[in-house]
């Protein structure tokens, strides 16, 4: 158990439709990460928030938004939603922001847009 | 552009022999170096890391090595078991630029030991 908790694990919805996924750090832990893992693919960042600011931005989409709230949990939101959204998101975290600092991820949140 | 590459989508060993996964990358600005490894239906967990400061780092049964010059590095894992099956994600981060604070990762390489 990585301490990182993602909702819901598994979540099927139509397209163009919006959801929220939610990601409860571990404990202690500063940064908040977004990843996105498609079919055959690795694990494309989206965005990173560190103590209720965004501190990087990767490859996320304009219909994908995030935030991370005062007790450090952060949502994805994910609106207008396309067959090829489906993918596996995984929320990870870290104590701070300096290089390398090791990453924890959740189990991930499995969605399967139809 | 994949700026950490993951050439080999997969591997096969046998118990007891030496696994050794590759990735390369691209960005001069990585400076720390890190092995994820990741069981279906979980989220990646941490197996290793290096700093570029440093040619080999060494946990165990798991061990990897750093070529700066040619932007590469591996895992070892021996002897290789068969818990050892999963995928292997290498990631990298940077002390600055666009990449300061966040893991870029490979494609993974998928390793499967058999008895």
């Known amino acids: 158990d990585s301490g990182v908790t993602q909702t819901p694990k598994h979540l099927i919805t139509a397209t163009g439709q919006r959801v929220t996924l939610r990601c409860s750090p571990r404990?202690?832990?500063?940064?908040v990460y977004w990843y996105q893992q498609s079919l055959d693919q690795g694990l494309q960042f989206l965005i990173q928030?560190?103590?209720?600011?965004?501190?990087a931005k990767g490859n996320i989409l304009e219909r994908f938004s995030a935030q991370q709230f005062p007790d450090l949990h952060s949502e994805l939101n994910l609106s207008s939603l396309e067959l090829g959204d489906s993918a596996l998101y995984f929320c990870?975290?870290?104590?701070?922001?300096?290089?390398?600092?090791?990453?924890?991820f959740g189990q991930g949140t499995r969605l399967t847009v139809v | 552009d994949q700026q950490v590459k993951q050439n080999s989508p997969s591997l096969s060993v046998q118990e007891g022999r030496i696994s050794i996964l590759n990735c390369d990358y691209t960005n001069s600005m990585f400076d720390y170096f890190l092995w994820y490894k990741k069981y279906p239906a979980e989220g990646p967990t941490f197996l290793i890391s290096i700093s570029s400061i440093k040619d080999k780092n060494e946990d165990g049964r798991f061990t990897v090595f750093l070529n700066k010059s040619a932007k590469h590095l591996s895992l070892h894992i021996v002897p290789s078991q068969p818990g050892d099956s999963a995928v292997y994600f290498c990631a990298a981060s940077a002390a600055g630029g666009t990449s300061y604070g966040k893991l870029t990762f490979g494609q993974g390489t998928i390793l499967t030991v058999h008895p």
């Open positions: 990870a975290s870290s104590v701070g922001l300096s290089p390398g600092t090791e990453a924890f």
């Open positions: 928030y560190y103590n209720g600011e965004e501190r």
């Open positions: 404990s202690g832990d500063l940064s």
